[in-house]
């Protein structure tokens, strides 16, 4: 016997937290501490980047809610393409400011926890859309 788990509108509405950007930021913060062994000085610095990205996304986020709410229209080739672009640029950013602040070891071990955590996002979507089929 299988049992599917309930669909909702917005998808993983039920797993997403209202976290503000101030309590992303101090929870990616203490998460990096912990697997980096960051010092105080890069645990501020990390604060203060994680902040920034946090307070960047939800703004993001707002402007995307507030855009399919008004006129449910989808996205042209070019908006795609304009926000994807925009967003490879910011993680570009993103990725120079942690160089700048952590050492090479560290940096290499960040790279290392991103690649796996974006490998274990990759399989927990295609595991969702076997799913769903």
């Given at each position: 016997?299988?049992?599917?788990?309930?669909?909702?509108?917005?998808?993983?509405?039920?797993?997403?937290?209202?976290?503000?950007?101030?309590?992303?930021?101090?929870?990616?913060?203490?998460?990096?501490?912990?697997?980096?062994?960051?010092?105080?000085?890069?645990?501020?610095?990390?604060?203060?980047?994680?902040?920034?990205?946090?307070?960047?996304?939800?703004?993001?986020?707002?402007?995307?809610?507030?855009?399919e709410?008004?006129d449910?229209?989808?996205?042209?080739?070019?908006?795609?393409?304009?926000?994807?672009?925009?967003?490879?640029?910011?993680?570009?950013?993103?990725?120079?400011?942690?160089?700048?602040?952590?050492?090479?070891?560290?940096?290499?071990?960040?790279?290392?926890?991103?690649?796996?955590?974006?490998?274990?996002?990759?399989?927990?979507?295609?595991?969702?859309?076997?799913?769903?089929?």
């Open positions: 016997m299988v049992f599917a788990q309930p669909r909702h509108k917005d998808g993983n509405k039920e797993k997403r937290n209202n976290y503000t950007p101030e309590q992303i930021a101090t929870l990616q913060t203490k998460r990096l501490t912990l697997a980096l062994d960051l010092s105080d000085k890069q645990a501020e610095q990390f604060m203060s980047l994680h902040l920034e990205h946090a307070k960047l996304r939800e703004k993001q986020h707002t402007l995307r809610k507030s855009r709410e008004e449910r229209t989808k996205l042209t080739e070019e908006e795609r393409y304009a926000m994807q672009n925009a967003r490879l640029d910011q993680r570009i950013a993103f990725q120079k400011e942690v160089k700048k602040i952590l050492s090479e070891e560290q940096f290499e071990n960040w790279k290392k926890i991103r690649r796996h955590h974006g490998s274990k996002r990759h399989k927990m979507l295609r595991e969702g859309e076997r799913h769903s089929r």
